[in-house]
């Protein structure tokens, strides 16, 4: 998915097109741009492989996006690679590899080992949360007492080996395609944040798991195009927390989050603002959670049970793909294949 990702977008497809390919067939590329404004969809110059872009006229959000190009694929695999992840020559091959070998039968997504500017290995996996985990997050207990209060994400292990984890990050997931569309794709009531933790929990709720594989890697440069619109960014992060307590955990821990995150939050966000940004950051802070109380307005009535994306519904015109190259071209208005079709490729 791409917004406004300026040259990040041509240097993420120029490493595709480098990355070593012998173990497998790459079907497609899609690029689903989200209203950009900056042209970074616009003359992209790859050769080598099939590339396809859609383009929307409003920013459908993350969880849409990645349904939207993932529509109609034949793969055997899907990778969700963020525009700001540059790989390295075996990014592609080590996970498919392993996913392929049949004692993997039962891991359904694997991430690799990110690597940041400075080359540092970053934290990149996280446990699932409890109520207590989001609650104390909330709070600001986790970076009161780190030891005493950890929040979901694997900050104590060095992500030096690979092992089974809860969830790896949305950066660069590799999933196997039968099983997203099984899962019905990513549920679009997360615009951003939270969509993939949620993904992969529904994952481990079917008996599948997840995998972080020290052996590939790749450069991701983090925050991304998220970090251009503070305020908005701030108010998607707290909505989509809320929806994953009240999906997950039910009405009562989802009612105390948005006590806490109503009366005691902005306070320590609001300190947090003053000592580092001064009068623009209280500002953003301020216009985050007025956003937010004009959503949890209509939200307090919606159902409880949310709906996960729109993978076996019949696709809208937003869903149905530009061309660019009319080689490529597919008409995504088809049907989408059956769980179960397997053909060769990473999409």
């Known amino acids: 998915m791409n917004w406004n990702a300026g040259a990040q977008l041509q240097e993420c497809l120029n490493s595709i097109r480098l990355a070593a390919r012998s173990r497998f067939e790459l079907l ?33 959000g993350f969880a849409a996006a990645c349904n939207q190009g993932a529509l109609g694929s034949q793969a ?27 004692e993997h039968e039962l891991i359904g997504i694997a991430g690799i080992q990110l690597l940041d500017a400075e080359g540092a290995v970053t934290r990149s996996c996280a446990r699932f949360p409890t109520p207590a985990h989001l609650i104390s997050a909330t709070l600001g207990l986790a970076h009161l007492s780190p030891l005493r209060f950890p929040d979901h994400r694997l900050r104590e292990w060095d992500h030096l080996e690979t092992r089974e984890v809860d969830h790896v990050i949305g950066a660069f997931v590799l999933m196997r ?57 701030l108010f998607y ?36 603002a003053a000592a580092g940004g001064g009068v623009r950051e209280i ?21 409880s049970r949310l709906v996960p994306g729109r993978l076996h519904r019949n696709p ?17 208005a088809a049907d989408v294949a059956k769980p179960g079709t397997h053909t060769k490729g990473s999409h």
């Open 76 to 102: 055997s695999y899907l990778l969700f690679l963020n525009p700001d992840c540059i790989l390295f020559e075996d990014s592609l091959e080590e996970p498919i590899r392993y996913l392929e070998e049949p």
């Open 28 to 60: 497609r590329v899609v690029v689903v741009d989200n209203a950009s404004s900056d042209g970074s969809a616009n003359h992209l110059e790859v050769s080598g492989f099939p590339l396809t872009i859609l383009r929307n006229d409003t920013n459908r």
């Open 283 to 303: 500002g953003a802070t301020l216009k985050a959670y007025a956003m937010l109380l004009k959503w949890l307005a209509t939200f307090t009535f919606q159902q």
């Open 237 to 272: 992060w707290l909505r989509s927390r809320t929806i994953f307590c009240r999906k997950h955990f039910g009405w009562a821990p989802a009612a105390g989050l948005t006590v806490a995150t109503l009366l005691i939050e902005p306070l320590s966000r609001m300190a947090y």
């Open 316 to 332: 809208i015109a937003a869903d149905l793909i530009v061309p660019r190259n009319h080689h490529w071209n597919e008409d995504l």
């Open 177 to 233: 395609r039968a099983l997203f569309e099984r899962l019905g794709g990513y549920d679009e009531q997360f615009f951003v944040y939270l969509e993939d933790l949620d993904l992969s929990l529904r994952m481990r709720e079917l008996g599948l798991k997840s995998v972080y594989l020290s052996s590939a890697r790749a450069f991701h440069k983090g925050g991304g195009c998220s970090n251009q619109a503070r305020a908005t960014r």
